[in-house]
């Protein structure tokens, strides 16, 4: 894109749907080999070139692995079955749980265990 006024080319740049945009500098995306090179739409989707062309080329996965597999050893644990009969109390009582297990806060987690409580009671 050229123009006398970089700001209102700026400007008009953000709202373009396109893959890049120079704005009076057509050499840039030519020389520059780190920059991502493509388009969207019916001109071409993906890109090339810099660090997202890699992206592009790959598949993304995640692997976990125990940290300290000789002396903690995780399990599926058994079937905790926990007698609450009512919907509202059990999502109380889960909830009050995960609040008292994973608070930030002392009083946050106090809350979660007194409603863990009372939905013990209750049930």
């Known amino acids: ?5 970089q700001k209102l080319c700026l400007e008009v740049a ?3 749907e396109c893959g890049m945009v120079s704005i009076n500098d057509f050499g840039v995306f030519y020389i520059n080999q780190d920059l991502p090179f493509g388009g969207t739409k019916a001109s071409g989707y993906g ?3 810099g660090p997202e062309g890699l992206r592009a080329l790959t598949n ?3 692997i976990m692995v125990d940290r300290w597999p000789s002396l903690i050893q995780t399990t599926i644990p058994k079937v905790m079955d ?3 009969r009512s919907l509202h109390y059990s999502w109380e009582f889960t909830s009050g749980l995960i609040r008292f297990l994973y608070a930030d806060s002392l009083r946050t987690r106090f809350r ?3 409603a863990l409580i009372r939905a013990a009671r209750t049930a």
């Open 1 to 5: 894109m050229f123009g006398p006024d």
């Open 14 to 16: 953000k709202e373009l």
């Open 47 to 49: 890109r090339f070139a």
């Open 60 to 62: 993304v996965k995640a």
């Open 82 to 84: 926990y007698p609450l």
């Open 112 to 114: 979660g265990l007194m």
